[in-house]
């Protein structure tokens, strides 16, 4: 069992910057890959970034590539998500969730951190 908990949302205007912090508990978070997935209103979940347990591999959706990044730092059990040039379209709760390595089953979840963006 890992617990997730995220911080670091809020209400910002087109342009500026946030980042989200993910701290993990409960397990050796350096046995898990990490992802950040956001849902905005009315729309699917989209998971738009995920890390190796490593840190030496990640991968982008599209949509935030060039100005979304995702690290972690394993002895402080954190992921982050540093989000650069927001757009309103940015709007959405963001999650993290964690799969065991070798797994793309994200299993856990946190509670999710809202993101305003307003234009």
């Known amino acids: 069992q890992v617990q997730l908990v995220e911080s670091g949302g809020g209400l910002v205007q087109a342009g500026a910057s946030l980042r989200l912090s993910c701290a993990a508990s409960?397990?050796?978070?350096?046995?898990?890959?990490m992802a950040w997935l956001r849902q905005a209103p009315g729309k699917e979940r989209e998971l738009i970034t995920r890390?190796?347990?490593?840190?030496?591999?990640?991968y982008y959706a599209d949509s935030v590539k060039g100005r979304f990044t995702i690290s972690r730092d394993n002895a402080k059990s954190t992921v982050y998500l540093q989000m650069n040039s927001l757009k309103p379209e940015d709007t959405a709760v963001y999650y993290c969730?964690?799969?065991?390595?070798?797994?793309?089953?994200?299993?856990?979840w946190g509670q999710g951190t809202q993101v305003t963006v307003s234009s």
């Open positions: 890390i190796s347990w490593s840190g030496g591999s990640t």
């Open positions: 409960g397990r050796t978070f350096s046995n898990y890959a």
């Open positions: 969730a964690a799969a065991p390595r070798g797994s793309s089953n994200y299993a856990w």
